[in-house]
């Protein structure tokens, strides 16, 4: 008789299946991910340097227009792009690694490219915060609403 304490071999066996299945998988998931960081010189993404963005074969003209642009001597890609202070830049930043990473591996991404809601709020809430002492008195619109900066400086910066 088996009691609270013994179990049969079967039995154990059938415990560890789904346990086993599951560290595999992680560990499938881990090395896959690990290429993929490596192949794509993920660890390239972690400096502020400009020409890491021309990884991505699309970012190519952003790049060089920034290279002509006035913005070159006072800002570098992460300056506009992503939130000052550690935790915002490096959420934000892992979040459109995650993002760039998943689109250049699948090739789902619509060319030319588009700024997304989030990325969009970080880029105006930088040039609000570098441009104040100029844009004070634009903050809003002719309608009450807060000014995209956008819509008029689409290009600037790159």
Not at 46 to 55: A, E, R, S, T
Not at 68 to 89: E, I, M, Q, W
Not at 103 to 131: M, Q, S
Request: net charge positive.
């Amino acid at each position: 008789m088996n009691g609270p304490e013994q179990t049969t071999e079967p039995t154990r066996r059938r415990r560890r299946g789904p346990a086993v299945l599951l560290f595999a998988l992680a560990g499938a998931a881990a090395g896959l991910g690990g290429f993929t960081f490596f192949f794509a010189q993920g660890a390239s993404y972690l400096k502020d340097d400009p020409k890491i963005c021309m990884n991505c074969h699309i970012m190519r003209s952003h790049f060089d227009d920034w290279n002509r642009a006035s913005h070159k001597a006072v800002a570098v890609c992460n300056d506009c792009h992503t939130p000052p202070g550690f935790l915002g830049h490096w959420t934000v930043k892992g979040i459109n690694g995650f993002n760039h990473g998943k689109a250049f591996t699948t090739g789902d991404f619509h060319e030319p490219i588009r700024i997304r809601p989030l990325n969009k709020r970080v880029l105006l809430d930088n040039c609000r915060r570098c441009h104040e002492p100029v844009i004070e008195r634009m903050r809003t619109n002719s309608r009450g609403e807060e000014a995209d900066c956008s819509r008029c400086h689409r290009n600037a910066g790159h």
